[in-house]
């Protein structure tokens, strides 16, 4: 039978001491539609004693936009170096 992160054992002394158990892996739920995601995972502290600590993540992704002017601007911009010379492949 193994053992469960829950279980110990006592010495003569009363002394509590955990088994030495392997932890539960770290979990992550996806992104709710609120940007939201929750990690689970557990740690050792140096008392021994294990802590399960539970983060709720607000997730957002930050996207730069250029503005339409510069594009305007870039599309007028005339080949320089070895584009100069015409079309060929794998120069852009």
Avoid: C, H
Wanted: no cysteine; proline share 5%.
């Amino acid at each position: 039978m193994s053992a469960n992160w829950a279980d110990f054992a006592e010495d003569d002394d009363d002394a509590v001491e955990l088994l030495q158990v392997e932890l539960p892996e770290r979990t992550e739920t996806p992104v709710d539609d609120r940007g939201i995601k929750k990690v689970v995972y557990y740690e050792r502290n140096d008392d021994g004693t294990i802590t399960k600590v539970t983060q709720r993540i607000k997730v957002i992704n930050l996207r730069q936009k250029t503005p339409v002017r510069t594009q305007e601007r870039r599309a007028n911009w005339k080949p320089f170096g070895k584009a100069s010379a015409g079309p060929e492949e794998g120069i852009t």
